[in-house]
């Protein structure tokens, strides 16, 4: 597509339920990563994808949170056992290839748990 | 936590004055990237920086890659209306393949 699309763009959840977010990339875009963005404050790397290259995980906060991409196509970040400090915007990023291309954001998806 | 820090964490201007905010690290980046958010929008590229002692300008924007790749500034000038918004700075350190952000700068643009 042309743009980063993320879905959904706002999501509100129990305490102690998972949920799952997705992101579409742009189209050949081979590098493909999640922010966290809590209210006020700025983005928090979690999680890099490359081609079929091994992930770089070394930013997920927890081992509740998790996220798989198939090739270069659409990617799930998955909260399990959501928290109330998970509460956040969760933003997607797409890239032509890993290193200083910058980014092109999706709109993010607002994460409310109540 | 925050490895780059922005200056200042906001300002309020009048519409026509010109803005000048930077960005600093205690560690050496290889690419710097500036940032507009937009209430409950994803951020947008505005100017990437790849050699240190770079300028480069984007319509009313001009940002510089710091001589030491310790930092980099980002001038706005004859603000208007629509450059509210926050600004964030972004870094990649040599080998990295992920861009650190800063908390950014929040513009406010008085009438």
């Known amino acids: 597509g042309a743009g980063v699309s993320q879905s959904p763009s706002n999501k509100v959840t129990e305490k102690g339920k998972d949920v799952e977010l997705r992101c579409d990339p742009i189209s050949g875009h081979t590098a493909l990563y999640w922010y966290r963005q809590r209210l006020g404050q700025g983005l928090e790397f979690l999680i890099y994808?490359?081609?079929?290259?091994?992930?770089?995980k070394s930013g997920l906060p927890s081992d509740r949170f998790s996220a798989e991409r198939t090739g270069e196509s659409v990617s799930t970040l998955t909260i399990q056992r959501t928290q109330q400090e998970d509460s956040a915007v969760y933003l997607c990023?797409?890239?032509?290839?890993?290193?200083?291309?910058?980014?092109?954001f999706g709109s993010g998806t607002r994460l409310t748990v109540v | 936590g925050q490895q780059l820090n922005q200056s200042p964490q906001s300002m309020f201007i009048q519409e026509g004055e010109d803005v000048s905010m930077n960005c600093t690290s205690s560690s050496i980046f290889n690419t710097w990237l500036w940032y507009k958010q937009d209430p409950g929008e994803g951020p947008v590229l505005l100017i990437a920086?790849?050699?240190?002692?770079e300028l480069t300008s984007n319509g009313r924007l001009t940002a510089q890659f710091g001589i030491t790749r310790k930092d980099s500034f980002l001038n706005i000038s004859a603000s208007i209306p629509s450059d509210v918004g926050i600004y964030f700075c972004a870094g990649q350190r040599p080998g990295g393949q992920n861009f650190v952000f800063g908390p950014g700068t929040r513009l406010s643009v008085l009438p």
């Open positions: 920086l790849y050699k240190a002692g």
């Open positions: 994808f490359q081609g079929n290259s091994a992930p770089d």
């Open positions: 990023a797409s890239t032509r290839g890993g290193g200083g291309y910058g980014y092109t």
